[in-house]
């Protein structure tokens, strides 16, 4: 069962508010199903400057396997607060804790609101249907 602090968009990230703040990452089985469990298949990641004003599930940056290319979408619109450029040098952070230093950006949102995402339950709901 993935965490149940958070929200899960249909495209595999993950949304945590912490206070003024939301957390941005994508899930596990995002970074499996682009590495296949190899870290060494993850080969590039492009994340936004801080500052960037994005809208819900607008295009913030991209992620890289050596089979596949997937957009990162925000699930929240506001402005990118910080990121955690580490990733771009250390994408095995992201196979290795995805939940927590794999961290990707933080949103100061124009609303705090994440009832439009999906909790734990429902996104492994969506998983399983998927998988189908």
């Known amino acids: 069962m993935r965490p ?3 929200r899960y968009t249909e495209t595999h990230e993950w949304a ?4 003024e703040m939301i957390v941005v990452g994508i899930t596990d089985h995002a970074v499996q199903a682009l590495s296949n ?3 060494d298949d ?20 991209e992620i890289e ?10 699930p929240v619109g506001g402005e990118v607060a910080d990121v ?10 992201l196979s290795k804790d995805p939940w927590g230093a794999g961290w990707m950006i933080k949103i100061k949102p124009q609303s705090k609101n994440l009832d ?3 909790d734990a ?7 399983a249907a998927q998988a189908h």
């Open 116 to 118: 439009h995402l999906m």
């Open 42 to 61: 993850l080969v590039y990641c492009d994340l936004p400057e801080s500052g960037l004003q994005i809208e819900a599930g607008q295009t913030f940056g």
């Open 84 to 93: 955690n450029a580490a990733i771009e040098d250390h994408l095995e952070v």
């Open 4 to 6: 149940n602090d958070r």
């Open 65 to 74: 396997s050596v089979k596949a290319v997937s957009d990162l979408n925000a």
């Open 121 to 127: 339950k429902k996104y492994e709901e969506f998983l």
């Open 37 to 39: 469990g190899n870290i």
């Open 16 to 19: 945590k508010i912490e206070g």
